[in-house]
T-cell receptor, first 113, second 114 residues
Framework: GENVEQHPSTLSVQEGDSAVIKCTYS??????FPWYKQELGKRPQLIID?????GEKKDQRIAVTLNKTAKHFSLHITETQPEDSAVYFC????????????FGAGTQVVVTP | EPEVTQTPSHQVTQMGQEVILRCVPI?????FYWYRQILGQKVEFLVS????????KSEIFDDQFSVERPDGSNFTLKIRSTKLEDSAMYFC????????????FGQGTRLTVV
């Protein structure tokens, strides 16, 4: 089955700097890669996703890149703000098995003013 | 914005007891899921449900677990005989792939088995 590895486990950045979180996956059949943000005590919320037919996707300060050959994908947050502080989870799955995602272990991002 | 709602927010139960966790998915969604998150660990897929039957389940979802859609709005997860290691946050989620939408998560039910 799919196995998703996520690094780093914690990331501390100064406000205004960029943050990068990296994930690798094992199943080459996976074709859908969502990223979820989970604030303390709250539900995971989708912040961006990418499908395997696209190499990069951007939404304002957030971007995701996908390298299918190497089976890794990354989340990039630019101009970080204190409200970006949260746990970020990457996930991998199939578009014909919606919701059956394998999640990474999560990255605790702390943005210090 | 429509939301997935879960009740209760926190459930404490004695080991060996049965618990039922309840979820109301977003009304026009077709796929429903349960995930769990043991404290400090990753979110783990348990089961997906479509067209009134389980479509996929993980190895975690053993005979102690069952899901049901008892009416047109609720989606439940039952744990027959709880164990200490069942203590976790349980998230319900729903999606409608025909509309190309994400899986929306509920706020979770924290289950504590004592």
């Amino acid at each position: 089955g799919e196995n998703v590895e996520q690094h780093p486990s914690t990331l501390s950045v100064q406000e205004g700097d960029s943050a990068v979180i990296k994930c690798t996956y094992s199943d080459s059949a996976s074709n859908y890669f969502p990223w979820y943000k989970q604030e303390l005590g709250k539900r995971p919320q989708l912040i961006i996703d990418i499908r395997s037919n696209v190499g990069e996707k951007k939404d304002q300060r957030i971007a995701v890149t996908l390298n299918k050959t190497a089976k890794h994908f990354s989340l990039h947050i630019t101009e970080t703000q204190p409200e970006d502080s949260a746990v970020y989870f990457c996930a991998a799955g199939l578009t014909d098995s919606w919701g059956k995602f394998q999640f990474g272990a999560g990255t605790q991002v702390v943005v210090t003013p | 914005e429509p939301e997935v709602t879960q009740t209760p927010s926190h459930q404490v139960t004695q080991m060996g007891q049965e618990v039922i966790l309840r979820c109301v998915p977003i009304s026009n969604h077709l796929y429903f899921y349960w995930y769990r998150q043991i404290l400090g660990q990753k979110v783990e897929f348990l089961v997906s449900f479509y067209n009134n039957e389980i479509s996929e389940k993980s190895e975690i979802f053993d005979d102690q677990f069952s899901v049901e859609r008892p009416d047109g709005s609720n989606f439940t997860l039952k744990i027959r005989s709880t164990k200490l290691e069942d203590s976790a946050m349980y998230f319900c989620a729903s999606s409608d792939p025909t509309m190309n939408t994400e899986a929306f998560f509920g706020q979770g039910t924290r289950l504590t088995v004592v």
